[in-house]
């Protein structure tokens, strides 16, 4: 399916000025762990159609007084856009080429993380399953 | 969520407001009984950060768009907190990752595919 004429021309905004807006919700008071644990142990790539056992952590700080949460892991640190919802919470991660990697965990602990993101000027879709535990 | 949906128009800064569409075709899945061939069409409309998708499946919603660097980014936002999230980047290369509670668990999903332009 070709699809030469798909061209993006936007910069990437101001991402900060954005995710402060967001934060707050039925998830965000359920969510009272200010810190969360996450890993992930399976990994799955649908462009190479495997999926392989994954060796993935990071924190999460909520810092539900500025709701803009931080996400430290493997490849730094970085703001993350809140979405909370009744049943789970979600976090956004807007990458500097453009990508987003994304992050849903419910109240259970049962977590899913997703990156679609660029490797040189190729499209590296992944997705990891694992768990998210709060700790104080 | 409508602070949610406004906060995510927000990433778009002045975003031209002509509508336009793709559609898009996902042959490769994975999820947790591993990856196979699929057959998953899904239709994009939007005009600026406001969308609609349309799936093969007769499934349709509001969609926030958007438009980072090397993607267009869709974002499907649910009241209960889960997501889908579809990517086309530059030259038309797509992702859909859904977040999406079935049953009260998350049934992660993520196809590959490619999207072109309506009417190419």
């Given at each position: 399916?070709?699809a030469?004429?798909i061209r993006p021309?936007?910069?990437?905004?101001?991402?900060?000025?954005?995710?402060?807006?967001?934060?707050?919700?039925?998830?965000?008071?359920?969510?009272?762990?200010?810190?969360?644990?996450?890993?992930?142990?399976?990994?799955?790539?649908?462009?190479?159609?495997?999926?392989?056992?994954?060796?993935?952590?990071?924190?999460?700080?909520?810092?539900?007084?500025?709701?803009?949460?931080?996400?430290?892991?493997?490849?730094?640190?970085?703001?993350?856009?809140?979405?909370?919802?009744?049943?789970?919470?979600?976090?956004?991660?807007?990458?500097?080429?453009g990508?987003?990697?994304?992050?849903?965990?419910?109240?259970?602990?049962?977590?899913?993380?997703?990156?679609h993101?660029?490797?040189?000027?190729?499209l590296?879709?992944?997705?990891?399953?694992?768990?998210?535990?709060?700790?104080? | 969520?409508?602070?949610?949906?406004?906060?995510?128009?927000?990433?778009?800064?002045?975003?031209?407001?002509?509508?336009e569409?793709l559609r898009c075709?996902?042959?490769?899945?994975?999820?947790?009984?591993?990856?196979?061939?699929?057959?998953?069409?899904l239709?994009l409309?939007?005009?600026?950060?406001?969308?609609?998708?349309?799936?093969?499946?007769?499934?349709?919603?509001?969609?926030?768009v958007a438009e980072m660097?090397a993607f267009w980014h869709f974002?499907?936002?649910?009241?209960?907190?889960?997501?889908?999230l579809t990517s086309v980047a530059e030259g038309g290369v797509a992702v859909h990752?859904?977040?999406?509670?079935?049953?009260?668990?998350?049934?992660?999903?993520?196809?590959?595919g490619a999207c072109r332009r309506?009417?190419?």
């Open positions: 399916m070709a030469g004429s021309l936007r910069a990437a905004g101001p991402a900060a000025a954005v995710l402060a807006l967001c934060g707050g919700g039925a998830a965000a008071q359920m969510l009272a762990s200010p810190r969360f644990v996450c890993e992930f142990t399976r990994m799955c790539m649908p462009d190479l159609d495997r999926c392989a056992p994954a060796e993935l952590s990071f924190e999460i700080e909520m810092r539900y007084g500025v709701s803009v949460p931080l996400v430290r892991g493997p490849e730094g640190e970085q703001a993350a856009m809140a979405l909370p919802g009744d049943r789970v919470m979600s976090l956004l991660e807007p990458l500097p080429d990508g987003l990697r994304t992050t849903t965990f419910s109240f259970t602990g049962q977590a899913v993380h997703s990156r993101r660029l490797a040189g000027d190729h590296l879709p992944a997705q990891y399953h694992g768990v998210c535990r709060g700790e104080e | 969520m409508t602070l949610v949906r406004s906060a995510l128009a927000l990433l778009l800064l002045s975003a031209p407001a002509a509508a569409s075709g996902f042959d490769r899945v994975c999820d947790a009984e591993g990856c196979r061939s699929t057959s998953f069409e239709r409309d939007w005009e600026g950060e406001d969308g609609r998708f349309t799936d093969g499946a007769g499934r349709s919603g509001d969609v926030t660097e974002i499907e936002i649910m009241e209960r907190g889960d997501l889908v990752s859904k977040h999406a509670l079935l049953g009260g668990k998350l049934a992660p999903t993520q196809y590959h309506s009417g190419d």
